[in-house]
């Protein structure tokens, strides 16, 4: 608290006009910025592509699960991160983003955290493989991206999870001749 | 409210204290208003305060009504936050004439003791020449006859509100002994649309929900504010470079900053209480640690170095120790370390998974999140870990803020019928939960007192 006890007829006289002349409308302002782009929509698996589509087509998933509070790549997993690599093996100039993501249950910063051990596990997995790390980034979604899977007849929350994202590469440029001295 | 996130960017309050009386104030008054007040031990019983309409020397209309329909909106507005506080209990004020203006620096005690009143809060509202209001609020103790404070502001028209919280506050800080909580303001996290593209703007409004506004555009998903201690910034996680990151707002204007150069992931930012400095999580790797930086920018200075997850950190009122979130046992604790990162010790041991710890305003308790299976709660322990109480009854109770006087805790809920993430508050000893309503849906609520 900031009162501080002043004579009050000083103040009072000094205070109106200070707060005339501070009196400021109000602005609008956008803050933040826009995000990133969303992740790429899962096109029809075209032979060759560096597609959604043709991850999923290609290693079955582009989608792995863990166990609440674990960032341990079980068997089913093992199998699909597998054919993940193999496929980014055999694309060379394919790039991903491996979206981490915290249960519904965890605390807003733990959720953030996990997701991104998550990932990371995923992207250890996936350089073991011959990955070259380059090609990879990491992020986490924490618990604000919950997801649905459909199991059966059911739509229940997807949960901890890392979904590999086929990143666009940028186009290849062409060699710049050297600049001319 | 619609879409429009603008902010007043300078609601100054003049704030005096009353030197001149309307009429002449006892010598007494004079000697209490110049010691600062003792520190009080809190009254275990409600104590019954009259709080009748303030006076006013005339009738005059202002931009705001009329003085006289001020005077009865602050009387009620006081009335109101002093409810919230469970510390009063209110005397019948219609059978009693209402006070004239002479008679607020000097009561009539009879009619006030009639109605059973130990407490009499009036006061005053004028119209000023400049289109402003002086507002004067006086506390009495009816029993003995005495004035016990006093507190007197010039306000805008449109602040009258700050003015009858203030009042608040002084009648609340000399009954309780606790510190104030009325003229503060809650940040959070206004949600809205489909839960998997939920729409997520950070606001800030009154603690009554009143001079709401919001300071992001929604364009990117926001997490966790926390007040500087000067209530002029706040700290926050936001996506709006696709990856999670703390960026530092300023409250009264459009900067905003992000509060580390490069393109690492950074979440779970709060100020130290001198402000200085924010701690939060980094990522390094897959494994989160937490990091002190210079609250402009800076070098992070690492504090954990465990391989597991640490986060979530919290400053004690002191500035000396940080409370944490760590799963290096397995699970997710609350632990305590010294704030150079030294002596980290664990101090929860419940069943289930800790949370969003928070250090109580006064420093003997930390507030946090407890999940068992899928039901989440809110609990109170001492900072050893000792006493530990859950305090709601969840299902889907998280991330707790402190009331500024650390008799509340503040948190989010998801509602069990219409499924909408809100804030509720609830005493810190435990007792009825109460919906403190927002715009639209609420999360991660921080609770500050207003400084300026």
Redesign the interface.
């Known amino acids: 608290?900031?009162?501080k006890?002043?004579?009050?007829?000083l103040?009072?006289i000094a205070?109106?006009s200070?707060?005339?002349a501070?009196?400021?409308?109000?602005?609008?302002?956008?803050?933040?910025?826009?995000?990133?782009?969303p992740p790429a929509p899962p096109n029809a698996a075209v032979p060759g592509a560096l597609t959604q589509g043709a991850l999923i087509a290609a290693a079955g998933s582009d989608t792995v699960y863990f166990s609440a509070?674990g960032?341990t790549v079980d068997p089913t997993a093992t199998a699909t991160l597998a054919a993940q690599a193999r496929w980014l093996l055999a694309n060379p100039f394919a790039t991903v983003r491996l979206e981490g993501h915290g249960g519904?249950?965890?605390?807003?910063?733990?959720a953030?955290?996990?997701g991104?051990?998550r990932?990371?596990?995923v992207?250890?997995f996936l350089v073991l493989q011959g990955v070259a790390p380059t090609r990879i980034t990491?992020?986490?979604w924490?618990k604000?991206?919950?997801?649905?899977v459909l199991i059966g007849q059911t739509l229940v929350a997807a949960g901890p999870r890392v979904v590999t994202v086929v990143v666009p590469a940028p186009m290849p440029m062409p060699m710049q001749p050297a600049p001319a001295r | 409210m619609g879409g429009?996130?603008?902010?007043?960017?300078?609601r100054?309050l003049?704030?005096?204290?009353?030197?001149?009386l309307p009429s002449a104030a006892g010598l007494l008054a004079a000697l209490l208003?110049?010691a600062p007040a003792p520190a009080q031990e809190p009254e275990p019983a409600a104590k019954v305060i009259a709080i009748p309409p303030l006076a006013t020397e005339k009738i005059t209309d202002t931009d705001a009504g009329t003085t006289w329909g001020l005077a009865n909106q602050i009387a009620n507005l006081i009335t109101a936050d002093l409810k919230l506080s469970n510390k009063f209990i209110f005397a019948d004020t219609q059978k009693v004439r209402i006070p004239s203006y002479p008679e607020v620096t000097a009561p009539a005690y009879p009619q006030w003791r009639s109605v059973s009143a130990k407490l009499l809060l009036t006061g005053f509202v004028n119209a000023?020449s400049?289109g402003?209001l002086t507002i004067g609020c006086y506390l009495y103790d009816v029993q003995s006859g005495r004035e016990l404070a006093r507190?007197?502001f010039?306000v805008?028209t449109s602040e009258w509100r700050r003015a009858a919280h203030k009042c608040a506050d002084m009648a609340y800080v000399k009954a309780t002994g606790n510190a104030?909580m009325f003229d503060s303001r809650i940040a959070y996290v206004a949600e809205s649309g489909n839960?998997?593209t939920?729409v997520?703007r950070?606001a800030v409004m009154d603690f009554d929900g009143a001079n709401h506004t919001w300071?992001?555009?929604g364009?990117?998903?926001?997490?966790?504010p926390k007040w500087s201690p000067d209530g002029n910034s706040i700290a926050y996680?936001?996506?709006?470079?696709?990856?999670?990151q703390v960026?530092v707002?300023e409250v009264g204007?459009?900067a905003?900053r992000p509060l580390l150069p490069g393109n690492s992931?950074s979440?779970?930012p709060a100020f130290s209480p001198d402000g200085n400095t924010i701690v939060l999580?980094m990522?390094n790797?897959?494994?989160?640690d937490i990091f002190a930086v210079g609250s402009s920018g800076g070098f992070p200075r690492r504090l954990t170095t465990s391989p597991a997850?640490d986060?979530?950190p919290s400053y004690s009122p002191d500035g000396k120790s940080i409370a944490f979130?760590s799963?290096r046992s397995g699970?997710?604790q609350v632990y305590v370390m010294d704030s150079d990162g030294s002596n980290q010790r664990r101090v929860s041991f419940g069943p289930g998974?800790?949370?969003?710890p928070v250090w109580s305003p006064n420093g003997d308790r930390i507030a946090f999140?407890r999940?068992e299976?899928?039901v989440?709660r809110i609990g109170v322990m001492a900072v050893n870990g000792a006493g530990e109480r859950i305090i709601t009854t969840g299902p889907n109770d998280?991330?707790p803020a402190w009331s500024p006087d650390g008799s509340q805790v503040l948190f989010q809920r998801i509602d069990p019928t219409s499924r909408r993430t809100m804030l509720a508050i609830v005493p810190a000893a435990g007792g009825d939960v109460k919906p403190v309503p927002t715009p639209q849906s609420g999360s991660?609520p921080n609770w500050a007192?207003r400084?300026?």
């Open positions: 608290m900031q009162f006890p002043i004579l009050a007829a103040l009072v205070g109106a200070a707060a005339q501070q009196l400021r409308l109000p602005v609008i302002f956008p803050l933040g910025r826009s995000n990133a782009q509070n960032a519904p249950n965890d605390s807003r910063d733990y953030l955290a996990l991104d051990r990932a990371n596990a992207r250890d990491v992020m986490s924490g604000e991206r919950p997801g649905k | 429009a996130f603008q902010i007043d960017r300078q100054r003049i704030l005096f204290r009353i030197a001149k208003l110049s000023r400049d402003r507190q007197g010039a805008s104030p839960p998997d939920l997520k950070l300071l992001t555009s364009d990117a998903i926001v997490l966790t996680t936001s996506f709006s470079e696709g990856i999670p960026r707002a204007s459009s905003d992931e979440f779970a999580s990522s790797g897959g494994n989160v997850i986060t979530g979130i799963d699970t997710p998974d800790y949370g969003s999140m999940t299976g899928t989440s998280a991330e991660d007192e400084q300026e």
